[in-house]
């Protein structure tokens, strides 16, 4: 069903509604979505340990190139 088969269906329901039941409709605007802030994770004890060990080797590294 695509949007506009939709749109005719509520607009028929809502008509019948209507004419049936002598109701009356209200029709709100649609509320934005919140917006999503990213998700970070936080580096654990074991994330720093291993970064900081990256950095040791890629400074023996440099030091080791002439």
Request: no cysteine; hydrophobic share 30%.
């Amino acid at each position: 069903m695509t949007k506009d088969e939709l749109r005719a269906e509520l607009e028929r329901q809502e008509q019948r509604f209507k004419d049936v039941y002598g109701g009356e409709v209200t029709t709100y605007a649609a509320q934005s979505e919140p917006g999503r802030k990213p998700w970070r994770k936080r580096a654990s004890l074991l994330d720093q340990a291993f970064t900081q060990e990256i950095q040791k080797i890629e400074k023996e590294l440099k030091a080791e190139e002439p």
